[in-house]
């Protein structure tokens, strides 16, 4: 991702700054990381997809979230600094991810034609971003042509205990016989509980 000075606050000095005005004094003392959680829909022709909600009801490789929901443990604290999107197909003998594709695989163009709002404890911090932003060609923030992710320009921050949810609003489609998954990736830096330290 190319670099872009946003603010003079680093990710880690923006992630205490928002804890502490939650009270949440201890998370300069936690333990500093790099994380990505992703979640995963069925594309069966729904033209909203809300990512996140009810995830503690999905399992891996279709999540990499537990049984704590979309919903951080006291502790952890996570900076969104990057997001992206990509679709994997099913294999219905053993129920597993046989090959991920990015948009800009042909045949998932329609899937650029929509918007992404992000919402923690029900406050939108990303309000109707269009998908078109996620073409290499207007991506402001991608690395090649290959690169369908997106850095955002402002650090968001999701503290411990607060729902998060992103809703994807795509053009119509239809709904392909073979299995398909839609999965959303956020990518960025977090604090996770140390056990050295007394929370």
């Known amino acids: 991702m190319k670099g872009q000075v946003i603010t003079a606050l680093t990710p880690q ?3 205490i700054s928002v ?6 004094t201890n998370i300069a003392q936690q333990q500093g990381t ?21 995830v503690s009801s999905r399992n891996y490789p279709f999540t990499n979230i537990g049984s704590e929901g979309n919903r951080l443990t006291v502790g952890d604290t996570f900076v969104v600094q990057k997001i992206y999107f990509a679709v994997g197909e099913l294999d219905e003998d053993t129920g597993l991810i046989n090959t ?4 800009a695989n042909l045949g998932w ?8 709002s992000f919402q923690i404890a029900n406050s939108q911090v990303i309000k109707q971003l269009p998908t078109e932003i996620f073409f290499s060609t207007i991506n402001p923030t991608n690395i090649n042509d290959r690169d369908s992710a997106f850095g955002t320009f402002t650090d968001i921050v999701i503290p411990p205990l607060l729902e998060y949810v992103l809703t994807y609003r795509v053009a119509p489609y239809t709904a392909e016989p073979t299995p398909y998954r839609l999965f959303c990736f956020l990518e960025g830096s977090a604090g996770i509980i140390s056990p050295q330290t007394t929370f």
């Open 13 to 15: 000095q923006k992630m």
């Open 34 to 54: 790099t994380r990505v959680l992703f979640d995963s829909l069925e594309l069966n022709g729904s033209t909203e997809l809300r990512f996140f909600e009810n």
């Open 19 to 24: 804890n502490n005005r939650f009270g949440n």
């Open 109 to 116: 163009q329609p899937f650029m034609k929509g918007e992404f």
């Open 100 to 103: 991920i594709y990015t948009f």
